[in-house]
């Protein structure tokens, strides 16, 4: 009872706590920190002029010129607002003006979070169909079945396993964020690892650090790449040729570090980390391992796993060449979700129950969403955003570029230790985070990429997310990962802080 009680003392708050933590923090500093505002500018499609927002409300129509933008001292290419990559409002450099206090007090407090839902429905409606597609696809055992049909193909060439699992798990990852996913993989995957004369960690590792590196250098992940770039005011096409690059190398480099462990074990299976509990886990996993039944990689599921696939790729056609967004997104997830559905032969009672499980299992993430607008709420309301906006960019002032990113990553690492959800992150940090890019010069994309990079890396070991609840499906103690990933979180580390250099550099 007591040890028990001293677990729960020590254990990490929710992202919800969290959040509701920063919230009253918020509320406070509304309080204490003189408001303030700087003036906005807003590119008006219809009209094709720029629209600057005062501090005293009073609004100003200006010519949409390189020069507009050039003389208000807006380091911004005039087509970024054009095609739309732009959409938010600006602040001008410069125009910050205190103006009255305007302290938010508990009833502001209570009703930010239901703002903040209102605020982000259409950023929540998109997660829940997505949620609903995926749940679909994986209970007609698409990804089970293709997994397993490449570790038949494999026999007498495990390595290929590690290989091949590594990167289609990355692939998942930088595509449409696949982290919770891979759970049911564990209990397939596994027998067939350690009957290839490997241990646990090595499934562990092909399919968490495969998760993490997609997601960590994502490319289309709506929930990081699409969600982030979306709060910073710019299309997640920007900076994706980087971080594309970043996938590759990062998938290479850590499939080799775990080739390099599985070699070991299978030359020597003392040298495995968890060799003392060999016994244990082979008890457990390959226990009448010839009994499971392994679906079958038929036509129909390749066809949906196509399909789904398919999907992001329309889906960055229609982002960068038709102006969608994400009532056009949603929809695009819906149909292939119905489409899915229809293929696999289920019934329509089926398919609803799955879809609607599928979008349930995200409602925890799209309240976080919502929570972490309502953050964001309370400080513009309060007319503090702007004030610490204005602070934040007195201190960066003058800043090296190369080390403002690197301060930025570091920042986003103590962030993702405490919100582990991506969107939610972004959603909080984005609209503060972003527009320091503009004070030193580097374009948004970079702040983007340290978002990325930094919540991506500490997710290796935050046990705030999903890792321990990987590892107590395969009865691996917290303290053996902590010495596999470690070496490979160093590595994966300065490649991060490299690309990051490089980002700046190449602006």
């Not at 990081?224 to 709060?231: F, K």
């Not at 959603?427 to 503009?438: G, K, R, S």
Request: hydrophobic share 50%; aromatic share 10%; net charge positive.
């Amino acid at each position: 009872m007591n040890k028990k009680m001293s677990k729960k003392k020590m254990g990490f708050p929710t992202a919800f706590t969290v959040l509701f933590i920063v919230l009253i923090f918020a509320a406070v500093l509304t309080y204490v920190i003189p408001a303030g505002s700087y003036s906005k500018l807003k590119y008006d499609s219809d009209k094709k002029i720029f629209m600057v927002t005062k501090p005293d409300a009073s609004v100003q129509e200006m010519p949409a010129k390189q020069e507009t933008l050039d003389k208000l001292g807006i380091k911004v290419d005039i087509q970024k607002f054009a095609d739309g990559s732009i959409s938010k409002p600006v602040a001008i450099p410069g125009t910050y003006e205190k103006v009255k206090q305007n302290p938010q007090g508990v009833k502001e407090l209570f009703q930010a979070p239901i703002k903040g839902v209102y605020d982000t429905i259409d950023i929540i409606m998109f997660v829940f169909i997505v949620g609903g597609c995926i749940s679909v696809l994986n209970s007609t055992g698409a990804f089970d079945a293709g997994i397993s049909s490449l570790s038949r193909a494999t026999n007498g060439k495990e390595y290929v396993l590690i290989i091949v699992v590594t990167i289609l798990i990355a692939l998942g990852g930088t595509t449409f964020g696949m982290a919770e996913e891979t759970i049911a993989l564990y209990p397939i995957l596994v027998p067939i690892f350690m009957a290839a004369g490997y241990d646990a960690i090595v499934c562990i590792a092909a399919l968490y650090m495969g998760s993490s590196i997609g997601t960590m250098f994502s490319t289309v992940n709506p929930f990081s790449s699409v969600i982030g770039s979306n709060a910073a005011g710019i299309s997640f096409t920007q900076g994706l040729t980087i971080r594309l690059i970043g996938l590759i190398i990062a998938t290479v480099f850590t499939i080799v570090y775990i080739l390099k462990y599985g070699a070991k074990i299978k030359k020597d299976p003392t040298k495995s980390l968890i060799y003392s509990q060999k016994e244990e886990i082979e008890e457990k996993f390959l226990k009448d391992y010839a009994g499971k039944s392994i679906p079958e990689f038929t036509f129909r599921r390749k066809l949906m796993l196509a399909i789904f696939g398919l999907a992001f790729v329309v889906m960055v056609w229609g982002v960068s060449t038709q102006e969608w967004w994400f009532l056009e997104m949603t929809t695009l997830f819906l149909v292939v979700g119905i489409i899915i559905g229809i293929i696999s032969g289920m019934g329509e009672k089926e398919f609803v129950s799955k879809f609607v499980a599928g979008a349930g299992d995200l409602i925890g993430v799209a309240l976080v969403i919502g929570v972490a607008r309502g953050i964001n709420l309370i400080m513009d309301t309060g007319l503090i955003s702007d004030s610490i906006l204005n602070l934040s960019s007195g201190a960066v002032q003058g800043m090296n570029p190369y080390v403002f990113i690197i301060v930025m990553l570091v920042i986003f690492i103590v962030l993702g230790f405490f919100i582990p959800s991506s969107s939610g992150l972004a959603v909080l940090a984005m609209p503060i985070m972003a527009p320091l890019a503009d004070a030193v010069g580097l374009p948004r994309h970079v702040i983007v990429s340290a978002y990325q990079y930094g919540q991506g890396l500490i997710a290796f070991i935050t046990p705030t997310g999903l890792i321990l609840a990987t590892l107590a499906m395969v009865d691996v103690t917290y303290d053996k990962w902590l010495k596999f990933i470690m070496k490979l979180m160093g590595y994966t580390g300065i490649f991060a802080v490299i690309m990051l250099l490089i980002e700046v550099a190449l602006k």
